[in-house]
């Protein structure tokens, strides 16, 4: 088992190398950063992407050029792009390390039922490196404030769909804050209304691809305090 799944890892690295190799000859920046932000979340380190990836690229596309087969223009632009992107691995890495430690609770609260969002938004923040905390759908508001005391949590992301959610989502935000009021705060969904404060330490979000940002906002806000 152990083997299989080495071999596994190894197929995906072997990939992920051909697929960089790739968008540099095309002269893919883009193509070429994804390739390595998904290489970051597959959890490769620095060493590995460097020696695995970046190294053979980088050799292939000297072959090619000392055989004639692509030009020096084509060299340099992949160099060009492989330093750019480096650059970006960096900023990538030290963005998703300040992340971690921080803790966010999701779920919805008392009568709500509708947790696709909470779910899609979950993924997105344990891909950014924030730890992540489920409760799921109809969250009595003291349950909910209870759960964000004990497990240490610095972000609250609720998702309102039904009406008179937002009501609930207020009764839940108030129950927090008696008992964690460091506590911030990410309110989404279909069920806003103008009865959601905006104010410092709540972030309304209305799009899940906002959801990364919207904790960021509340996590760098309380680190300036």
């Known amino acids: 088992m152990a083997d299989r799944s080495r071999n596994d890892a190894d197929e995906r690295v ?22 390595i932000r998904r290489a970051i979340e597959a959890e490769l380190t620095q060493t590995e992407i460097s020696e695995e990836l970046i190294a053979p ?30 650059a970006l691995e960096q ?20 009568g709500e039922h509708h947790v696709v969002a909470l779910r ?15 409760l799921g759908p109809d969250v009595p508001a003291d349950s909910l404030a209870a759960a964000a005391r004990r497990h240490g949590i610095d972000v609250v ?11 609930r989502a207020l009764l839940t935000l108030y129950e927090v804050q008696q008992l964690v009021p460091s506590t911030g705060f990410v309110i989404g969904g279909r069920g806003l209304t103008s ?4 104010r410092p330490g709540i972030e309304v979000c209305r799009q899940v691809s906002e959801g990364v940002r919207a904790v960021d906002a509340i996590v760098n806000r309380a680190g300036l305090n």
């Open 120 to 134: 899609m938004l979950t993924g997105l923040l344990l891909n950014a490196g924030y730890e992540t905390m489920m």
């Open 14 to 35: 072997t990939a992920l190398a051909r697929e960089f190799a790739k968008a540099l000859l095309a002269g893919d920046e883009l193509g070429a950063d994804v390739v």
């Open 195 to 198: 009865r959601l404060p905006v």
């Open 57 to 86: 690229a980088l050799w292939l596309i000297g072959d090619l050029w000392q055989r004639g087969e692509i030009t020096v223009a084509d060299e340099h632009l992949a160099t060009e792009i492989t330093l750019r992107v480096l």
């Open 91 to 110: 900023e990538a890495r030290r963005v998703r390390d300040q992340r971690k430690g921080y803790r966010v609770l999701l779920a919805t609260p008392a």
């Open 157 to 167: 992301c609720l998702s309102v769909t039904m009406p008179g959610g937002a009501d």
